[in-house]
């Protein structure tokens, strides 16, 4: 019975640790670009419709 035991233990230990971690697969990360803002022409056309009613309405002293 321990010539039949001890073989199959030694088997089953190196057979589990050759198994242990499954295979290992590298996935690259995508490149993420950075998005460019879609506000950058809100500020100037705001700015320049407050000159232009500034302007406009003005000062009827």
Sequence with gaps: MKKFLAPMLAATMI???AF???PII???EPVVE???PRSGWI???VVGLV???AIACGNDD
């Design 15 to 17: 057979s589990s640790a």
């Design 20 to 22: 242990a971690g499954g």
């Design 26 to 28: 590298v996935e690259e």
């Design 34 to 36: 950075a998005a460019s």
């Design 43 to 45: 500020v100037p056309v």
């Design 51 to 53: 000159l232009i009613c």
